[in-house]
């Protein structure tokens, strides 16, 4: 299978421990973001990148949350002394081009977190 | 702020009939707009875009500025069509996505 990884599919956690995340995008897809979905929602944008530059942050994203693509292929999603509020699911998406609204999103099949 | 409105969670047609799922934006400028699907145990997926005027699966989505819409029709539903429907907007430039909270249509035989 070619298109986005993520791992782990489920993460099980408990209050107040630390999560990671990881994506592999589309080989050569220069653009990778991050999205957050819960139940009964679409999913709400955390944060994107341009190769290695993290281009934008959205206000869900708290200090406890942070993300990383350093060498601007894979990229990690972690986020620190969870809360009960975190369990969503966590989805990567990556574009090739430069301009976003002209081109796919691909998506990967996400990352469920519980928090007990 | 930007928002997509979907306001139907739950759109139940039978087949052969049309399909009309309604989607509302409110943004002052001219947005792009998406419908992306999500298929039972399969992952998001673009499904068309306003900006290339096409039809997929019969798919059709017309943009209407003065009523701020872009409803995704198909003149006869098929039982394949059954699926989770996001319609999304990128307010302008280089902004990430906005999806709305999404219908799920469900055709029934």
């Known amino acids: 299978d070619t298109g986005v990884s993520q791992n782990p599919r489920h993460k099980i956690t408990k209050r107040g421990q630390n999560v990671t995340f990881r994506c592999d995008p589309i080989s050569e897809h220069n653009r990778l973001y991050w999205y957050r979905q819960t139940l009964g929602q679409g999913p709400e944008f955390l944060t994107y990148?341009?190769?290695?530059?993290?281009?934008?942050k959205s206000r869900l994203l708290s200090d406890r949350f942070s993300a990383e693509r350093p060498k601007g292929s894979f990229s990690t999603l972690e986020i620190q002394r969870t809360e009960q509020g975190d369990s969503a699911m966590y989805l990567c998406?990556?574009?090739?081009?430069?301009?976003?609204?002209?081109?796919?999103?691909?998506f990967g099949s996400g990352t469920q977190l519980s928090v007990l | 702020a930007q928002r997509v409105t979907q306001p139907e969670k739950l759109l139940s047609v039978f087949k052969g009939a049309p399909v009309e799922l309604k989607c509302n934006y409110s943004?002052?400028?001219?947005?792009?707009l998406f419908w992306y699907v999500q298929y039972s145990r399969q992952r998001l997926q673009l499904l068309l875009r306003h900006i290339s005027r096409e039809s997929i699966k019969g798919f059709t989505a017309d943009l209407n500025k003065g009523e701020t819409s872009f409803h995704l029709k198909k003149p006869f539903a098929q039982e394949e069509d059954s699926a989770m429907y996001y319609c999304a907007l990128v307010p302008s430039g280089n902004t990430p996505l906005v999806f709305g909270k999404g219908t799920r249509l469900s055709v029934i035989a």
């Open positions: 943004y002052s400028g001219s947005p792009e």
């Open positions: 998406a990556s574009s090739p081009g430069a301009a976003p609204y002209d081109e796919k999103l691909f």
């Open positions: 990148f341009q190769n290695e530059a993290q281009l934008e």
